[in-house]
């Protein structure tokens, strides 16, 4: 029997009112279900806003270093549980071990950083213009956030979203992606466990267009924080923008590690493997280009070829394993359309481009780590996010060449240079149009208490992560305090 789970409202477990469900699968083994799960609409997510809007007016008064006491908690419970997390992770959504220790590490690092910003959301005092007059501006709380968020970091991102959130004195309404429902169930539970009151926290599961939708057009909802892909999120910002909510959006990328003629090639190899292969390549902010220097070209792609073409692919709880699984068979479909149109468009594999056969790989949604030389920066496969294990490599006779080639997306996530020329890196680091840049380190990397987005089409000009995700997620309140016991005219007294 699959264990059956259930949404999370007003501090119960329920079904959805509907009574449909869905299942979940191991996409390295697709005969084994991790669970079943309510398949929620629209009533589900009504019930759920109504929970967090009465929530919200106690919990907007728990002081926040109180609030953030809790979150410490939560990040102790997870260090707790920290494998037992991980293994339900890889198994419902099929990264290798390491990384899914990774993704809750990231987790536990943001509930101990929101814990301590408890004890600052600083705020300003600024001198008035006029006598006995005190001015400030304090953060407020919002009211109830909707977070929407993808199933390639199941638990990473949710927190990013949740905890700065909850810290802020804001109530959620939570919809994980039906690829990872479970690992966000074991968050709520967590979250519970650890003292959030009843109402405050509610998860809802289901589909986009269901749940998500519902939640994002919900006239109750005050602020959206999503993550996902750049269409599901423009769709979101129009739908948002009719009762003029506030909405984060992060969104696609399509990053590039440029490696210049003077850079550490064996330090450069071991970025490109991890930033293009690891999670399959189902990061947002995974190596897709690799932009060499002619005059290195042929030696590095040689020594990159044979390395990819020893990763060893398989189920992610397996001791070895480097390569998991896509996440479904929409997504392995989709790497298979673009190693196509790739082939079309020109482009020549050197390494991959097939479902692996043979090998206990029968039963997963595997695909093979792969290279295409001679891409042209106009091609598909340099300019449109794949989101599988697919590297496209583009010539460059230059750092100006590269970084043009580099910029030429209308995303504007993540992007890495090797150069040990120092006039090189700052240049680049000025020049490229990205919300994220790594000199001498792969494209993948973020670190939790940094702001964390990306310019052009992967976002709106918000950051999550570090101190810039608070302000999102409070409203600015300023405040004029006269003491002076009678009417001062600002802008008209003193002058
Ligand atoms: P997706 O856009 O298909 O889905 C993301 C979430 O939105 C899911 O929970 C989904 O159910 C929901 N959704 C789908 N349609 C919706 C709708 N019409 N209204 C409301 N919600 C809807 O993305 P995905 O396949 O889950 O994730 C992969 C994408 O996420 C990639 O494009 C990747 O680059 C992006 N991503 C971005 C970041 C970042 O921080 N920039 C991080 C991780 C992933």
């Not at 423009?234 to 506030?246: F, N």
């Not at 002619?294 to 060893?312: C, R």
């Not at 697919?390 to 993540?414: A, H, P, Q």
Request: proline fraction near 4%.
């Amino acid at each position: 029997m699959s264990k059956k789970f259930q949404n999370f409202i007003n501090g119960k477990w329920v079904d959805a009112k509907s009574g449909q469900t869905f299942e979940n699968r191991n996409p390295a083994n697709w005969d084994e279900v991790v669970g079943v799960f309510p398949k929620s609409g629209k009533e589900d997510v009504n019930e759920a806003v109504r929970a967090a809007r009465v929530a919200f007016e106690k919990w907007r008064l728990v002081p926040a270093p109180k609030r953030g006491d809790i979150l410490r908690k939560v990040g102790d419970l997870m260090v707790a549980r920290k494998e037992d997390l991980s293994k339900q992770m890889t198994r419902e959504m099929g990264k290798v071990m390491a990384e899914t220790r990774g993704d809750v590490q990231e987790g536990i690092d943001t509930a101990y950083y929101a814990g301590t910003e408890g004890r600052r959301l600083f705020g300003h005092t600024v001198p008035s213009e006029l006598p006995n007059k005190f001015n400030m501006a304090i953060r407020v709380p919002i009211g109830v956030a909707g977070i929407v968020t993808p199933w390639n970091f199941p638990m990473a991102i949710p927190t990013w979203k949740i905890f700065p959130a909850l810290l802020s004195g804001n109530t959620v309404v939570f919809k994980p992606a039906t690829d990872t429902p479970a690992t966000a169930t074991s968050l709520v539970e967590i979250l519970m466990e650890a003292g959030i009151p009843e109402g405050v926290v509610n998860i809802i599961h289901g589909g986009g267009g269901d749940v998500g939708m519902a939640i994002v057009s919900h006239p109750d909802v005050d602020l959206v924080s999503f993550t996902g892909s750049t269409v599901v999120g423009k769709k979101i910002s129009e739908v948002a923008s009719a009762t003029l909510k506030r909405v984060s959006l992060e969104l696609g990328g399509k990053n590039a590690q440029l490696v210049m003629d003077d850079g550490d090639l064996d330090l450069a190899l071991d970025g490109v493997l991890w930033g293009a292969f690891g999670t399959t390549g189902q990061r947002c902010t995974a190596t897709s280009r690799l932009i060499l220097h002619e005059k290195i070209y042929d030696k590095f792609l040689g020594m990159l070829v044979n390395k990819v073409a020893s990763l060893k692919v398989g189920d992610g709880l397996i001791e070895g394993v480097q390569v998991g699984p896509c996440v479904n068979e929409g997504q392995q479909k989709t790497v298979q359309s673009y190693v196509d149109i790739g082939l079309k468009e020109g482009a020549k594999i050197a390494v991959g481009g097939a479902i692996p056969k043979g090998g206990g790989l029968e039963k997963g949604w595997f695909y093979s780590p792969t290279i295409f030389t001679d891409v042209q920066p106009s091609h598909r496969i340099a300019k449109e996010e794949i989101f599988g294990p697919v590297l496209s490599v583009i010539r460059t006779s230059s750092l100006e060449e590269g970084i043009r080639i580099l910029n030429d997306t209308i995303y504007g996530l993540s992007s890495a240079v090797y150069t040990r020329n120092v006039n090189n890196a700052f240049q680049a680091i000025r020049d490229i149009k990205a919300g994220i840049t790594y000199i001498n380190a792969p494209t993948i990397g973020a670190e939790a208490h940094l702001p964390f987005g990306g310019v052009k089409q992967t976002g709106n000009g918000h950051r999550e992560g570090g101190w810039t995700v608070y302000d999102f997620f409070t409203e600015w309140k300023t405040v004029y305090i006269d003491y002076s016991g009678g009417l001062q005219r600002a802008q008209i007294d003193n002058y």
